[in-house]
């Protein structure tokens, strides 16, 4: 991850289109844009919802071990957000395919693309 992106590419580990060019960084380019500062500041946001659940809990163990009532419970949430946000960005993309390919179809059917 950069810290501080310029510009922004669609990338693949694999050339599917004529119009891709290999990239010494070892990916296929399909299209080199201006930087999506909306996609810059996901990935930052999506990097520090990783680091401040356990920033939190090195500063506040003992606190949220008396609300939880367990120390170990406690650590359990914990380990639980931080799995939740960690497979959350392959969900996110997986229901934005789902998505697409229904609007695909309805587009191929002749119907209105809105969902």
């Known amino acids: ?3 501080l ?5 669609r990338i693949s580990y694999t050339r599917n289109s004529d119009y891709a060019t290999y990239d010494t960084s070892g990916y296929w380019v399909y299209e080199t844009m201006p930087l999506n500062r909306k996609q810059a ?3 930052y946001a999506w990097v520090a919802s990783i680091i401040v659940p356990f ?3 090195n500063s506040f163990q003992d606190v949220l071990a008396k609300i939880v009532g367990d120390e170990d419970r406690a650590a359990g949430l ?3 957000m ?3 946000v960690l497979v959350l960005p392959y969900l ?8 697409k390919a229904k609007e695909w ?9 809105k969902l």
């Not at 992106?5 to 590419?9: A, F, H, Q, T, Y």
């Open 105 to 113: 179809e309805r587009q191929r059917l002749g119907l209105s693309s």
């Open 41 to 43: 500041l996901c990935t």
């Open 55 to 57: 920033v939190v809990w």
């Open 92 to 99: 996110l993309r997986r229901r934005a395919k789902i998505f």
């Open 1 to 3: 991850m950069p810290l």
């Open 82 to 84: 931080a799995a939740i």
């Open 78 to 80: 914990l380990l639980l």
């Open 5 to 9: 992106p310029v510009i922004s590419k």
